[in-house]
């Protein structure tokens, strides 16, 4: 079945640092794929999404490119902020149209001043 | 109100106890989901209502029992939990059935309930 794969945390970054979180999915078809975040004591937030192969999500400093070659959609930030900590969750719906999400495990950002 | 909103934010109980827990959405969404968030463990998809009919049902126990009375509100009714039922439940939307914006859900700031 559908699957998402995260890489474990914590990540530690100083301010300022440039981030990657890595995602890669496994899925039949064309997925859709998103990234979500979530800061202490809140849901989940839509931060950005991609629908198509070579697709590239923004919003707030943040990219990530759909990668179908390689299957990842890595989540990058080129200048880490303290308010930047959060839990960060890959997704993926899959080309049926259940509306069923697929998270990954979550990756926990920390942001040192 | 706007978005997705959740009630009550914090809840706790005793095993013996019945409660509900309420969503409501106002986006305008046909689609409707219940999920449970523990430490250390992926969000796991408990319930999907789409057009207020359940259409999933991911192998919960039935001491917990979802209500969709119509497409903006959304319950998840307890009786007798177990402790390890404590965790964040989260409650989201989406319009299902294609056009821009179907793909994506939008989450509730969820209940974190605790079973004592």
């Known amino acids: 079945g559908d699957s998402v794969t995260q890489m474990e945390g914590p990540v530690t970054l100083s301010e300022e640092a440039f981030l990657t979180i890595n995602c890669t999915y496994t899925?039949?078809?064309?997925?859709?794929l998103f990234w979500y975040v979530q800061y202490p004591g809140e849901g989940l937030q839509l931060l950005l999404k991609?629908?198509?192969?070579?697709d590239k999500g923004s919003n707030k400093g943040f990219e990530a490119t759909y990668r179908k070659e390689t299957t990842s959609f890595h989540l990058e930030k080129g200048s880490v902020q303290v308010s930047d900590s959060a839990v960060y969750f890959c997704a993926l719906k899959g080309s049926s149209n259940t509306g069923k999400l697929i998270f990954g495990q979550g990756t926990t950002l920390q942001v040192k001043p | 109100e706007t978005g997705v909103t959740q009630t009550p934010r914090h809840l706790v109980m005793g095993m013996t106890n019945k409660k509900s827990l309420k969503c409501e959405q106002h986006l305008g969404h046909n689609a409707m989901y219940w999920y449970k968030q523990s430490a250390k463990k992926p969000l796991e998809l408990m319930f999907v209502y789409s057009l207020e009919e359940r259409v999933e049902n991911n192998s919960v126990p039935s001491r917990f029992s979802p209500e969709c009375p119509n497409s903006s509100h959304l319950f998840l009714h307890l009786h007798t939990l177990q402790p390890e039922d404590s965790a964040l439940y989260l409650c989201?939307?989406?319009?299902?059935?294609?056009?821009?914006?179907?793909?994506?859900?939008?989450f509730g700031p969820g209940t974190r309930l605790t079973v004592l």
């Open positions: 991609a629908t198509k192969a070579d």
């Open positions: 989201a939307s989406s319009q299902d059935g294609g056009g821009p914006g179907s793909d994506t859900q939008y």
């Open positions: 899925a039949t078809g064309y997925p859709s």
